[in-house]
Nanobody, 123 residues
Framework: VELVESGGGSVQAGGSLRLSCAAS????????MGWFRQAPGKEREGVAR???????TYADSVKGRFTISKDNAKNTLYLQMNSLKSEDTAMYYC??????????????????WGQGTQVTVSS
């Protein structure tokens, strides 16, 4: 089982990035997947999650700017990030949870993680 993120980089404030997370070894996109981020000196926080039925949850700080989506056929998770701010700078991780009943935006509830991709937003 492996999750591999890509798409991070450096962008100016107001710009956009699209993160991808390719899953292999298990069809996690059919269960529960999420994006989390961790800035230096801060705790890991939930950004967005998507449930097997496509319902989504977002952190208040990214609502209206970020969109989580998935492609079950490709077993891939996405995070479209628009109107980026300097405070969005962090390492972004995708995570998966093989649970058909509960899909929280809580990093403690996820056991499968990618290696992370860095997003840096300059003001």
């Amino acid at each position: 089982v492996e999750l591999v993120e890509s798409g991070g980089g450096s962008v100016q404030a107001g710009g956009s990035l699209r993160l991808s997370c390719a899953a292999s070894g298990y069809t996690y996109t059919r269960y529960c997947m999420g994006w989390f981020r961790q800035a230096p000196g801060k705790e890991r926080e939930g950004v967005a999650r998507i449930y097997r039925d496509g319902t989504t949850t977002y952190a208040d700080s990214v609502k209206g700017r970020f969109t989580i989506s998935k492609d079950n056929a490709k077993n891939t998770l996405y995070l479209q990030m628009n109107s980026l701010k300097s405070e969005d700078t962090a390492m972004y991780y995708c995570a998966a949870r093989a649970d058909i009943y509960w899909c929280p935006l809580d990093s403690d509830q996820y056991r499968t993680w990618g290696q992370g991709t860095q997003v840096t937003v300059s003001s």
